[in-house]
């Protein structure tokens, strides 16, 4: 098969776009594809302090290393949940990356938030699971390094396939609070709260890895064990299945909820109106304490 636009063998066949493309053709649209999604979504300017949230898997990686190349000002941040193997090959692929690249990359240790505990620990002393737990930890932590260090939005690495993963589960349990907040930029007009982009949003899972493995990018290339029977994994599944056997309708799926989105829910405005702050780290909250200060302080107070 030959690349659409030169004369090379195809490394790669995009059905939905009913195109193939040699390894440097790929390499271009892919950084299109991601210039595009700046430009439609308006995810932030040129001249943006970007933080790119850095898991070491090959989605963040591959968004650190597209944004390098547009000539974006980054700084990468991980947070080092403390999972055995998995957490400390993540933070050392991470490092290793910036290292090659000299970049910067900062390093947010859980157990020296809280005590020594890891997320196991922590999810287990308040009874949670340990993604939800997780998911609050990383959205608080990554939000206050942003604002503490001036940047102006945090990049995440979430692509097509996750992002119409989320939205099948959400159309599935009919999550209308969550739907409403579905968007590739997520502005938060709040004090204290910084903004959120996801850049890879026209991009696939295996678009991502394609660019990663022409690229060379070594990232961690299995998931994180605490995700196992997480239903993200079975939509992704389903949706495959449907792509499969109708080119384009994953693609579909999302861009035209997008596309529909003030008119199911009539305005865009995300309703965060609540502007309480929390009594204990002074962060936006709905309520008097914030969930990252009583989980931490119900951590502290049980290792005391
Ligand atoms: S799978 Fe769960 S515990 Fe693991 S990184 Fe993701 S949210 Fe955190
Ligand atoms: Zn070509
Ligand atoms: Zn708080």
Same mark, same amino acid.
């Given at each position: 098969?030959?690349?659409?636009?030169?004369?090379?063998?195809?490394?790669?066949?995009?059905?939905?776009?009913?195109?193939?493309?040699?390894?440097?053709?790929?390499?271009?649209?892919?950084?299109?594809?991601?210039?595009?999604?700046?430009?439609?979504?308006?995810?932030?300017?040129?001249?943006?302090?970007?933080?790119?949230?850095?898991?070491?898997?090959?989605?963040? #990686?591959?968004?650190?290393?597209?944004?390098?190349?547009?000539?974006?000002?980054?700084?990468? =941040?991980?947070?080092?949940?403390?999972?055995?193997?998995?957490?400390?090959?993540?933070?050392? #692929?991470?490092?290793?990356?910036?290292?090659?690249?000299?970049?910067? #990359?900062?390093?947010?240790?859980?157990?020296?938030?809280?005590?020594?505990?890891?997320?196991? /620990?922590?999810?287990?002393? =308040?009874?949670?699971?340990?993604?939800? =737990?997780?998911?609050? =930890?990383?959205?608080?932590?990554?939000?206050?390094?942003?604002?503490?260090?001036?940047?102006?939005?945090?990049?995440?690495?979430?692509?097509?396939?996750?992002?119409?993963?989320? #939205?099948?589960?959400?159309?599935?349990?009919?999550?209308?609070?969550?739907?409403?907040?579905?968007?590739?930029?997520?502005?938060?007009?709040?004090? /204290?709260?910084?903004?959120?982009?996801?850049?890879?949003?026209?991009?696939?899972?295996?678009?991502?890895?394609?660019?990663?493995?022409?690229?060379?990018?070594?990232?961690?290339?299995?998931?994180?064990?605490?995700?196992?029977?997480?239903?993200?994994?079975?939509? /992704?599944?389903?949706?495959?299945?449907?792509?499969?056997?109708?080119?384009?309708?994953?693609?579909?799926?999302?861009?035209?909820?997008?596309?529909?989105?003030?008119?199911?829910?009539?305005?865009?405005?995300?309703?965060?109106?609540?502007?309480?702050?929390?009594?204990?780290?002074?962060?936006?909250?709905?309520?008097?304490?914030?969930?990252?200060?009583?989980?931490?302080?119900?951590?502290?107070?049980?290792?005391?």
């Amino acid at each position: 098969m030959r690349c659409g636009k030169c004369e090379d063998d195809a490394i790669i066949e995009l059905r939905q776009h009913n195109i193939a493309f040699c390894r440097d053709h790929y390499d271009e649209f892919f950084r299109v594809r991601v210039e595009k999604a700046i430009k439609n979504f308006n995810l932030f300017k040129n001249d943006a302090k970007i933080l790119i949230a850095i898991s070491g898997g090959k989605d963040s #990686l591959a968004l650190w290393d597209v944004l390098f190349r547009l000539g974006y000002e980054t700084k990468g =941040v991980i947070i080092d949940l403390g999972i055995p193997q998995y957490s400390e090959q993540s933070v050392e #692929l991470s490092k290793k990356f910036a290292e090659e690249k000299s970049l910067d #990359l900062h390093i947010i240790k859980l157990e020296d938030e809280f005590a020594g505990n890891n997320i196991l /620990k922590i999810a287990r002393e =308040v009874h949670r699971t340990n993604c939800s =737990v997780c998911g609050l =930890v990383k959205r608080y932590l990554l939000n206050k390094y942003a604002y503490e260090s001036g940047y102006g939005v945090i990049c995440t690495g979430h692509n097509l396939d996750d992002e119409a993963a989320l #939205l099948f589960g959400n159309v599935l349990g009919w999550k209308l609070e969550y739907m409403k907040k579905q968007f590739p930029k997520l502005e938060k007009n709040i004090d /204290k709260l910084v903004d959120k982009a996801k850049p890879l949003i026209y991009l696939t899972d295996r678009e991502v890895a394609v660019y990663n493995l022409i690229n060379k990018i070594e990232y961690i290339d299995y998931e994180c064990p605490l995700s196992k029977g997480a239903n993200s994994r079975k939509y /992704k599944h389903a949706l495959s299945t449907l792509e499969e056997i109708m080119s384009g309708s994953k693609q579909r799926f999302l861009f035209d909820f997008y596309r529909n989105k003030s008119k199911i829910f009539f305005e865009e405005k995300d309703e965060y109106i609540d502007e309480r702050s929390c009594k204990i780290c002074g962060y936006p909250t709905t309520q008097d304490v914030c969930n990252y200060c009583r989980i931490k302080e119900k951590v502290l107070s049980d290792n005391e």
